[in-house]
């Protein structure tokens, strides 16, 4: 039985060890960027309310940090990573709650993210207005005030923004320019503002561990491609059908695609857990968890792939770059919650001793993996809609990078 498992078995929060044997406590603490347990609401209501309105600023901007992440190449790893994290955190104490990671830094960060853009978007309006004047008369006094006005503007909300930030990066913060300079000034006449913001920056770095996330991301992307990519490569393979060794390598292909569809979320659940190498490798503790729990494992495994499917529509059209931050918050949003509902899943597999009745759980292997070899089978016709052709195959979007790139 493993850490997770034997932990699971007893109630704890399990002390989960990384790859470098480095320990790392189970969440529900109050690390820094964790929140702290909720309130009683009984005795403090007004604090339990606060609580709740963190999380969920918490949530929503951790959604839109992730949407945008997941639309640039490299940086969708990152992204990975993080859910990857969320998903672990969710295995190791059963608590969905605990799967929005960095809830105590994030309402921060949405409040910067919102304040910026609200602020570059009139420097926007300005600069297009300049563009304009410029087009219709590039000699005139209006094209020539309004240049100035744009270089002024620029200037001034690029000052500003630093300021805000500076000043705490509270919504209030960038609406009082006034008051956020003055705390700027002061600190630069005192010396102090570098040291300041060189300090608060790394609290920040200290307590996401962007290098850590980056790293799980990449060796969760990675093995979950050792597992995907033989399978499809034969479910990919048909190019004459009228061959017929063709068309029992693709089915083969297929149905083996089908039976690792319905491992790999929970490898990479555990190993978000306990990311170490060998826990891809570990199918026997899956296949465990499917015998104590078929269930909820299979009612996990058809929603993650269930919202996973529809993602295909929106690749009909190569979309242009401009395009791709409007459809990146579609995958997050769709595949987040369900990638959740597999690390509870996992945990709640995890923590039961006895097996479920075989007069239960064969029917129900059998529904989820006839569901699973329609979902193959659909996938299997993507390419000719998709505007990636074969490609499409290869994306898994449900356990792999969150991007309709």
Same mark, same amino acid.
């Given at each position: 039985?493993?850490?997770?498992?034997?932990?699971?078995?007893?109630?704890?929060?399990?002390?989960?060890?990384?790859?470098?044997?480095?320990?790392?406590?189970?969440?529900? $603490?109050?690390?820094?960027?964790?929140?702290?347990?909720?309130?009683?609401?009984?005795?403090?209501?007004? /604090?339990?309310?606060?609580?709740?309105?963190?999380?969920?600023?918490?949530?929503?901007?951790?959604?839109?940090?992730?949407?945008?992440?997941?639309?640039?190449?490299?940086?969708?790893?990152?992204?990975?990573?993080?859910?990857?994290?969320?998903?672990?955190?969710?295995?190791?104490?059963?608590?969905?709650?605990?799967?929005?990671? #960095?809830?105590?830094?994030?309402?921060?960060? $949405?409040?910067?993210?919102?304040?910026?853009?609200?602020?570059?978007?009139? !420097?926007?309006?300005?600069?297009?207005? +300049?563009?304009?004047?410029?087009?219709?008369?590039?000699?005139?006094?209006?094209? *020539?005030?309004?240049?100035?006005?744009?270089? +002024?503007?620029?200037?001034? !909300?690029?000052?500003?923004?630093?300021?805000?930030? #500076?000043?705490?990066?509270?919504?209030?913060?960038?609406?009082?320019?006034?008051?956020?300079?003055?705390?700027?000034?002061?600190?630069?006449?005192?010396?102090?503002?570098?040291?300041?913001?060189?300090?608060?920056?790394?609290?920040?770095?200290?307590?996401?561990?962007?290098? *850590?996330?980056?790293?799980?991301?990449?060796?969760?992307?990675?093995?979950? %491609?050792?597992?995907?990519?033989?399978?499809?490569?034969?479910?990919?393979?048909?190019?004459?059908?009228?061959?017929?060794?063709? @068309?029992?390598?693709?089915?083969?292909?297929? %149905?083996?695609?089908?039976?690792?569809?319905?491992?790999?979320?929970?490898?990479?659940?555990?190993? +978000?857990?306990?990311? *170490?190498?060998?826990?891809?490798?570990?199918?026997?503790?899956? /296949?465990?968890?499917?015998?104590?729990?078929?269930? =909820?494992?299979?009612?996990?495994? @058809?929603?993650?792939?269930?919202?996973?499917?529809?993602?295909?529509? &929106?690749?009909?059209?190569?979309?242009?770059?401009?395009?791709?931050?409007?459809?990146?918050?579609?995958?997050?949003?769709?595949?987040?919650?369900?990638?959740?509902?597999?690390?509870?899943?996992?945990?709640?597999?995890?923590? *039961?001793?006895?097996?479920?009745?075989?007069? @239960?759980?064969?029917?129900?292997?059998?529904? =989820?993996?006839?569901?699973?070899?329609?979902?193959?089978?659909?996938?299997? &016709?993507?390419?000719?809609?998709?505007?990636?052709?074969?490609?499409?195959?290869?994306?898994?979007?449900? @356990?792999?990078?969150?991007?309709?790139?």
């Amino acid at each position: 039985m493993t850490d997770v498992e034997s932990a699971a078995d007893r109630g704890d929060a399990p002390v989960i060890r990384t790859g470098a044997g480095e320990p790392v406590a189970g969440p529900g $603490g109050t690390a820094a960027g964790d929140l702290p347990p909720c309130p009683d609401p009984r005795r403090h209501p007004l /604090r339990a309310v606060a609580w709740l309105l963190t999380l969920g600023t918490g949530l929503a901007s951790l959604l839109l940090l992730l949407a945008m992440l997941a639309a640039f190449p490299v940086l969708n790893v990152l992204a990975l990573g993080t859910m990857l994290e969320a998903e672990g955190r969710v295995v190791r104490s059963g608590r969905l709650r605990d799967g929005i990671p #960095f809830a105590g830094l994030l309402p921060r960060i $949405g409040t910067v993210v919102l304040g910026g853009w609200l602020w570059l978007l009139v !420097v926007r309006l300005v600069s297009d207005a +300049a563009a304009d004047a410029a087009l219709i008369d590039p000699a005139g006094a209006s094209a *020539r005030g309004w240049a100035a006005a744009r270089l +002024a503007v620029t200037a001034g !909300v690029g000052i500003h923004l630093i300021a805000a930030v #500076f000043a705490g990066g509270g919504l209030v913060d960038f609406f009082r320019p006034i008051r956020s300079a003055r705390r700027l000034g002061a600190a630069l006449l005192r010396g102090t503002a570098w040291a300041t913001a060189a300090a608060a920056l790394a609290d920040g770095v200290a307590a996401v561990r962007p290098g *850590r996330l980056f790293s799980l991301g990449a060796r969760g992307l990675l093995g979950g %491609l050792l597992w995907l990519v033989p399978p499809t490569l034969l479910l990919s393979s048909l190019r004459d059908t009228t061959r017929p060794w063709g @068309v029992v390598v693709t089915v083969v292909g297929g %149905l083996l695609l089908a039976v690792v569809l319905s491992w790999v979320p929970f490898l990479q659940a555990r190993f +978000a857990a306990d990311p *170490r190498w060998h826990v891809f490798l570990d199918l026997s503790a899956v /296949r465990g968890m499917w015998r104590r729990a078929p269930l =909820v494992m299979g009612l996990a495994v @058809v929603l993650l792939y269930g919202l996973s499917l529809p993602l295909s529509l &929106f690749k009909i059209v190569a979309a242009p770059r401009d395009a791709v931050l409007l459809l990146t918050p579609i995958f997050i949003v769709t595949i987040y919650p369900a990638r959740l509902a597999v690390g509870w899943a996992a945990h709640h597999a995890a923590g *039961r001793e006895a097996d479920g009745w075989r007069i @239960v759980r064969w029917p129900l292997g059998a529904i =989820v993996m006839g569901l699973l070899l329609a979902y193959v089978f659909l996938l299997f &016709f993507t390419p000719a809609i998709d505007a990636f052709g074969r490609r499409v195959l290869f994306d898994h979007h449900a @356990v792999l990078l969150p991007t309709p790139m």
